[in-house]
């Protein structure tokens, strides 16, 4: 299954961007679909996670800000990112669960914001 990711790029502090990732192969009960993120010199961190059937999770530090969604018939998910922040400056990762198959992540898209 590969993942591709869309949407990263550079924004001022209090802007917004929307990232994708889609997911293409041959696939089997996709599952959980969500977010995580690693600046530099830290350790990766959830961002945002969705169900099959739409039940979200977030971060504590994007809670109100960030908002994830997903289309299933195309087996896509996305993350609306508003009010950024510089903090929020990071490689972003999508990964993707499967109840009949392993997991796999996106190679990462980058997000700067800027202050």
């Known amino acids: 299954v590969r993942l591709a990711e869309s949407g990263g790029g550079l924004v001022q502090a209090g802007g917004s961007l929307r990232l994708s990732c889609a997911a293409s192969?041959?696939?089997?009960?996709?599952?959980?679909m969500g977010w995580y993120r690693q600046a530099p010199g830290k350790e990766r961190e959830l961002v945002a996670s969705i169900t099959r059937d739409g039940k979200s999770n977030y971060g504590d530090s994007v809670k109100g800000r960030f908002t994830i969604s997903r289309d299933n018939a195309k087996n896509t998910v996305y993350l609306q990112m508003n009010s950024l922040k510089p903090e929020d400056t990071a490689v972003y990762y999508c990964n993707a669960e499967f109840l009949l198959q392993s997991g796999s992540w996106g190679q990462g898209t980058q997000v700067t914001v800027s202050s």
């Open positions: 192969g041959t696939i089997f009960s996709l599952n959980v």
